[in-house]
Nanobody, 120 residues
Framework: QVQLVESGGGLVQAGGSLRLSCAASGRTFSNYLMGWFRQAPGKEREFVAAISWNGGNTYYANSVKGRFTISRDGAENTVALQMNSLKPEDTAVYYC?????????????WGQGTQVTVSS
């Protein structure tokens, strides 16, 4: 059974940092594009960041560029999202996802999400 399990969410003050982690199991994701998305209350889910299968390419939403860093450990089948200089508008449920096609298409697997709350 394929699973993506996020952890590391919590409550933090504005300006603080959190590190989210996503553990993949059930298959190897070494050749998958891995991404992070988020959904705030009353809003649609939005893209946050993604990383290519070998970590050589990273992609960020403009709203988080320069503050968030995505990384992956192929040996451990994990993906991390380091979030610095957090703002109240970063408050959302954060989801880890995996996509087989490195260029286009829907994501194939999703985690259950982890809550991040940034207080002002």
């Amino acid at each position: 059974q394929v699973q993506l399990v996020e952890s590391g969410g919590g409550l933090v003050q504005a300006g603080g940092s959190l590190r989210l982690s996503c553990a993949a199991s059930g298959r190897t994701f070494s050749n998958y594009l891995m991404g992070w998305f988020r959904q705030a209350p009353g809003k649609e889910r939005e893209f946050v960041a993604a990383i290519s299968w070998n970590g050589g390419n990273t992609y960020y939403a403009n709203s988080v560029k320069g503050r968030f860093t995505i990384s992956r450990d192929g040996a451990e089948n994990t993906v991390a999202l380091q979030m610095n200089s957090l703002k109240p508008e970063d408050t959302a449920v954060y989801y880890c996802a995996a996509r087989r096609n490195p260029i286009v298409g829907d994501y194939d697997y999703w985690g259950q999400g982890t809550q991040v709350t940034v207080s002002s």
